[in-house]
């Protein structure tokens, strides 16, 4: 559901962001806004402040930053409708009224939802009954007692063909509704439509608001063509956008900072049963790309859990494949293999808890397991087979859209590659690869002349739109990325020439993304200062962050030299060519983004051809073209 501006507005109006945060925040109240310890990292020293009168948060130690909305979707996990539902009903602000097609719509899931629940009710008193016995002592000897059954509502689909259809239909559900929510199989060359589940032990899958949406049930009898089965699509259970347990292990991993990804409900339980409350499990699949989001919305680097045999590992390197080219700083997977083939559950019956928690804290990075894979799966003794390693790896770090991410991988990759065959280069002088291909680079610019290195991008231009040939040259401007370095260092200048453009465009300010750390965290001293004090003039406020340890960025800023097109950054300039000259710069900011974006989108699109795909690169094209590109 989409929902208007000034919906939104009256909402963030009616709501105070400190009434939203002080649930999960202590807030002390300091000038015009509060401050508080960090939600979203462990700190002893308060960075994180609200300010009611604009409306947002600041985290200063994580850069995360946002409205009500925004916060309680990072902090509980939940869809942006869910947020904005459960906000206007907590400010006592009525949503607008559906269209008839989605009141339909939502009559429908209403029932259908209802529907899942009475099955729900239905399965657990089959699990308390005779019937049920076999499915009981199942659950004996993998240690579920009664507690777990009822955390998890497990139940028991007996072997009658008819048992929940009879059930339902007394309730006054029809076949058209159970055959629609997945619970029968039915179809014009079906006689009678029957049970979908049946002699099973039943798991409820659950959204995450807690409703059942569909089941997994476990077959009991050897044989059956499907040891675990999951409910079909429905309206209410799309299968790759769904992990199970992830209501419960929702706040659990708020607290931990972490998620595990099990590979499934046993080995969830088998978790739970550890301590460990935070695990998750797709639903008997690979691992999809709605899941990864859902996944970092709980934790900055949830940890995949997977048996130690073959078929976990391939497991893994297909999650690892997929969450390539969407990492992003700070937002990466670890990698946890069980021993000797064991699965949790196993782990957990041998061992011990102790073990499973062991397994965990042994999770290694993304990077180890993107080397160790690689490096593995061929031989590399010559030099041509180590000339084809080189290209294999450079291509999988090529395929990281964030490009400092993907300037780390290289590098790191570069120094495995070197030590792995260093025997074969000593007393040769060489480098790494990546550092290889750079180094002529280095030495011309440290020498103070033009940089005519041909780096692995070709040559470099010998100037650049909008810079002076002096910056050109400076290390602040060798790679386009640079590029955009220097322009963050005179944004930076701007703010400190003009302190008062702060207070007029602090939350801008906040959600810029730079991606030097001097710079960053220049910005954000600037942002502290201005939350603390009155705006100060230009010798007070570097007087300030000099005594800040922020004398680095200061010096990196100064050297940035300025082009005749950047004179509104000037101390002496009037206030309404600065605010031109700023507009500019925050409006370049953009099309970096939107590039970045762009070329993101372009590659979704060429790997996957679908429209979705077609539309979003299509509509950040339009956006680009209002800037006149």
């Known amino acids: 559901m989409r929902f208007p501006p000034q919906l939104l507005d009256e909402i963030r109006a009616r709501l105070p962001v400190s009434q939203v945060v002080s649930r999960r925040v202590r807030l002390q109240r300091r000038g015009r806004e509060y401050v508080g310890l960090s939600p979203f990292k462990e700190e002893k020293t308060p960075s994180f402040t609200v300010n009611d009168q604009k ?18 979707m990072t902090t509980e996990g939940v869809s942006f409708s869910e947020a904005v539902e459960r906000l206007a009903e907590e400010a006592g602000v009525a949503l607008p009224k559906a269209s008839p097609t989605m009141v339909r719509q939502e009559e429908e899931r209403d029932r259908l939802l209802e529907l899942m629940a009475a099955s729900e009710d239905f399965y657990r008193g089959q699990l308390a009954r005779s019937v049920g016995r076999e499915a009981a002592a199942y659950l004996d000897r993998r240690g579920l007692d009664r507690e777990v059954r009822d955390v998890f ?41 029957y049970d979908r589940f049946r002699n099973r032990v039943m798991f409820p899958i659950a959204d995450l608001r807690g409703r059942t949406i569909a089941f997994g049930g476990r077959a009991l009898e050897p044989g059956q063509p499907a040891k675990y089965l999951n409910s079909p699509e429905t309206p209410l259970f799309h299968k790759g956008s769904v992990l199970f347990n992830a209501h419960r292990a929702r706040p659990a991993s708020h607290d931990t900072g972490e998620v595990v990804v099990a590979e499934g409900y046993m080995d969830v339980i088998a978790f739970w049963r550890a301590g460990i409350r935070h695990a998750v499990a797709p ?30 590992r391939r497991a893994a390197l297909r999650a690892l494949e997929l969450a390539l080219e969407r990492l992003q700083p700070s937002r990466s997977l670890r990698f946890a293999f069980m021993p000797d ?14 073990a499973v928690a062991a397994t965990l804290r042994a999770a290694r990075p993304l990077a180890d397991v993107l080397w160790q894979s690689t490096f593995e799966s061929g031989d590399w003794s010559t030099p041509e087979r180590r000339a084809g390693l080189k290209a294999l790896l450079l291509g999988k770090a090529q395929r990281i859209a964030h490009p400092e ?51 692995p991008h070709g040559p470099r231009q010998a100037g650049l739109p909008g810079y002076s040939e002096a910056l050109t040259r400076s290390l ?8 955009a370095t220097a322009r963050d260092a005179v944004l930076l200048l701007t703010l400190l020439n003009h302190p008062w453009l702060i207070d007029r465009d602090d939350e801008t300010i906040a959600g810029l993304a730079i991606a030097n750390a001097l710079l960053a965290g220049l910005r954000d001293a600037l942002l502290a ?22 004398g680095p960025a200061l010096a990196l800023v100064d050297r940035s030299t300025l ?17 031109a000259g700023w507009a500019d710069l925050i409006a370049a900011k953009r099309l970096d983004e939107l590039g970045a974006a762009i070329a993101m989108a372009e590659r979704e699109f060429n790997a996957t051809g679908t429209e979705g795909a077609l539309e979003h690169l299509m509509a950040l094209k339009d956006e680009q073209a209002k800037f006149g590109m």
């Open 55 to 72: 409306s947002f948060y600041h985290c200063f130690s994580t850069g995360e930053h946002g409205d009500i909305f925004k916060f309680l």
């Open 153 to 193: 509502s497990i139940g028991f689909a007996p072997g009658d063909r008819q048992a929940l259809r009879a059930h339902l239909a007394a309730k006054g559900f029809t076949d058209a509704e159970m055959a629609r929510a997945g619970m029968t199989v039915a179809g014009p060359d079906i006689r009678e439509p």
């Open 283 to 312: 639903l008997g699949t690979a691992l999809t790309e709605d899941q990864l989001a859902q996944l970092w919305r709980m934790a900055q680097e949830p940890i995949l859990c997977f048996d130690g045999d073959g078929a976990g």
């Open 341 to 354: 083939g064991l699965d949790p559950d196993d782990l957990l019956a041998q061992q011990g808890a102790e």
């Open 405 to 455: 991410v993907r300037r780390n991988y290289e590098r790191d990759l570069s120094d495995r590659l070197w030590a792995a065959f260093a025997s074969t280069h000593a007393g040769r002088g060489e480098r790494t690869f990546a550092n290889r291909e750079r180094a002529p680079a280095r030495r011309g610019m440290a020498a103070g002349g033009a940089d005519r290195a041909a780096g």
């Open 476 to 483: 602040l401007v060798a790679s386009p990325e640079a590029a």
């Open 529 to 550: 200062l201005h939350a603390e004090a009155e705006v100060l003039d230009t010798i007070d406020l570097r007087n300030h962050l000099d005594g800040l340890g922020q």
């Open 563 to 579: 082009h005749e097109t950047h004179g509104f950054a000037r101390p002496e300039t009037p206030d309404d060519v600065v605010l």
